[in-house]
């Protein structure tokens, strides 16, 4: 019998693996930006991440809202332990 905490780990750990697998490309062409000179360049750069940039960012809050759903006593002891490094990182 499957428990729901384990169902809620792997949707969980399905948010963030989309996440770190999508974010990935706005990542590589962050890191490729300052090496770039031409401005037609980086304008195409910038055009091929710009739909789907900020929707990215929505599976790292569907990992945050799944952990405080299922397990929030994990997401206060993360969250308070993590506190600077995840506001940085939003």
């Known amino acids: 019998m499957i428990d729901l905490s384990l169902i809620w ?3 969980i750990g399905l948010g963030v693996l ?3 697998i999508l974010d990935g490309f706005d990542l590589g062409i962050g890191i490729l930006f300052p090496f770039i000179k031409s401005s037609e360049e980086r304008d195409v ?10 929707g ?3 599976w ?3 990992g945050g ?3 405080f759903a299922a397990f929030p006593l994990v997401y ?3 969250l308070s332990a993590l506190y600077m490094p995840i506001i940085l990182m939003v």
């Open 9 to 11: 780990v792997g949707i």
């Open 18 to 20: 989309i996440y770190v």
């Open 45 to 54: 750069m910038m055009n091929t991440i710009a739909p789907v940039w900020d």
């Open 56 to 58: 990215n960012e929505t």
């Open 60 to 62: 790292m809050v569907l």
């Open 65 to 67: 809202a799944g952990l």
């Open 76 to 78: 206060s002891t993360v």
